[in-house]
């Protein structure tokens, strides 16, 4: 089993720039995929963005295509996620993910472990 901790989440003006962290405890966090997913309030968890375990392969959701960029520090046990030009309707808890295997991990159902969120506030 793994441990994820956010953070970074915060209040931020539409237009500005967040970067939020997820470190890893626990189970070899390098060897399995990772990403990003969010709940806004009354909505389903969707998701964000993933990593392939190497940090090569990354894939987004259409709606953040372009503004958000996920990396990897397998050495630090750390996935990040830079959220550039942020709109009031990025607002949500941001969950990091680790997927059951190596690969990339786009649905709830392909993931293995989640930490506990972090809010993201975005004001227009």
């Known amino acids: 089993q793994v441990q994820l901790v956010e953070s970074g989440g915060g209040l931020v003006q539409a237009g500005g720039s967040l970067r939020l962290s997820c470190v890893a405890s626990g189970r070899t966090f390098s060897q399995y995929g990772a990403g990003w997913f969010r709940q806004a309030p009354g909505k389903e968890r969707e998701f964000v963005a993933t990593i392939r375990w190497s940090g090569i392969s990354t894939l987004y959701a259409d709606s953040v295509k372009g503004r958000f960029t996920i990396s990897r520090d397998n050495a630090k046990n750390t996935v990040y996620l830079q959220m550039n030009s942020l709109k009031p309707e990025d607002t949500a808890v941001y969950y990091c993910?680790?997927?059951?295997?190596?690969?990339?991990?786009?649905?709830?159902?392909?993931?293995?472990?989640w930490g506990n969120g972090t809010l993201v506030t975005v004001s227009s």
């Open positions: 993910a680790q997927s059951r295997s190596a690969n990339r991990c786009s649905t709830t159902t392909c993931i293995s472990d």
